[in-house]
């Protein structure tokens, strides 16, 4: 009753459930000793798992276009698969793995993240386990964790490098997104909800770039279907160079079954010339987003780049590209 009257009296998008886990696990941060078996002798929580899957589905009959999200921390399997099915109804699960895995990456020095490289691929190893997203939320930019810009190494031009470079990387991963309020400005403090946000930060460049290059990523994911259209299908997504850790470079492709888009991530402070990716189709491929060129003209391909005839990454065609230091690319195969 509660859950509708949000969203049918207030109109709400959508509820997300907080702390599944607690819910699912009798013995959730109980010692030993201190909690009840279920009937079958088990520790799940049986009264619970009834209870979200009615939940659930009650919202998807009175509420079709509502969503519901869980925060669930563990490997529970089916939370997002259909009550039917067996699963608990849920539409999507937070991504915690993804965000802590790619934040503890991230506040590495660059020098030694070729020793953390994995913590930047290997959520693609359960990505299609369920329906997921990404989500930089209000949990990690508060109780002395840090704001998103302070979480990154290095000067302040660094760091800013090194969120917008992440910020390129996070659109063009498969998941939906979530940007807690005050990450598209860059906030160099902590969230508190008893302040307004830093809007006074915008009439500094570096601050103004960001919010420029969110709602850049924005208008690109709404217009390209490739980005999103199949993030909860294996075929919308391929590596291409999974294995750089030297110079920690990853670059995929997302694809809707019809459009290209190739993404190449540089996590290092160096700029790198002559970057051979291999790609699937030949032609041109448009540059549409460079995080180096945020607040000024950056470095980059000139907008676009061409393919040549020689085989890398598995494909017989390849980019020869310029990639900027601490960036983020996006190239969209525009035809021959």
Known sequence: ASALHWLQRFHIDG????????????????????????RHGGRENLEAVDFLRTLNQAVRDEVPDAMMIAEESTAWPGVTAPVADGGLGFHYKWNM?????????????????????????????????????????????????????RKMPGDDSARFANLRAYLGYMWAHPGKKLLFMGGELAQPGEWNHDAPLDWNLLDDPRHRGVQRLVGDLNHLYRAQPALHARDADPAGFAWVVLDDADNSVVAFLRTDGAAQLLAVCNFTPVARGGYRVGVPLAGRWD???NTDAAVDAGIGNLGQARTRPEAAHGHAQSLLLTLPPLSTLYFLRQGE
């Open 15 to 38: 509820l997300r459930v907080d702390a599944v886990a607690s819910m699912l696990y009798r013995h959730y941060s109980r010692r030993p000793g201190g909690w009840i078996p279920n």
């Open 97 to 149: 793995g993804w965000m802590h895995d790619t934040l503890r990456y991230l506040a590495e020095d660059p020098v030694h993240r070729k020793h953390h490289h994995g913590e930047l691929t290997f959520s693609m190893v359960y990505a299609y386990a369920e329906r997921y997203v990404l989500p930089l939320s209000h949990d990690e930019v508060v109780h002395g964790k840090g704001s998103l810009l």
């Open 287 to 289: 540059e549409v987003l």
